[in-house]
């Protein structure tokens, strides 16, 4: 009885262990989709943010206030856009950062002892 305690115990452990590792794989995937949509969200504030008013002080030598600032925030929503566009293509197609396999391999082997 003690045997198979510590044999259900070490068979728990290594599953945890296998669940663990695949969730951190998986979740290593989503590194550069999540870097983009950093990228798309800097850009964001960017718009909003002292740069901004820069590049409308700037923009504003050559053109009427209003055309500035519409030109300068055109210019940073459109770079905003284009991360985020990239960030969703890259996030879309990776798997789901679930135990999947982990689970799968644990249906397999508890088929396997059932029918045993």
Known sequence: MA?????????ARSVV????????????QRVPAM????????L???AMAATYRLNVLLLERKL???AAAFVAAAA???????????AARRWRGLPAPLPT?????????IGDSARD
Do not use: M
């Open 3 to 11: 045997e198979s305690a510590e044999e259900n115990l070490a068979l």
């Open 17 to 28: 262990d296998a669940a663990q590792r695949e969730v951190r794989g998986k979740a290593r």
């Open 35 to 42: 870097r983009f949509g950093a990228v798309a969200g800097t």
């Open 44 to 46: 964001g504030v960017f």
């Open 64 to 66: 009427p206030p209003e």
């Open 76 to 86: 940073y929503t459109g770079g905003a856009g284009c991360a985020a566009v990239v």
């Open 101 to 109: 396999e982990t689970a799968r391999q644990v249906v397999d082997i």
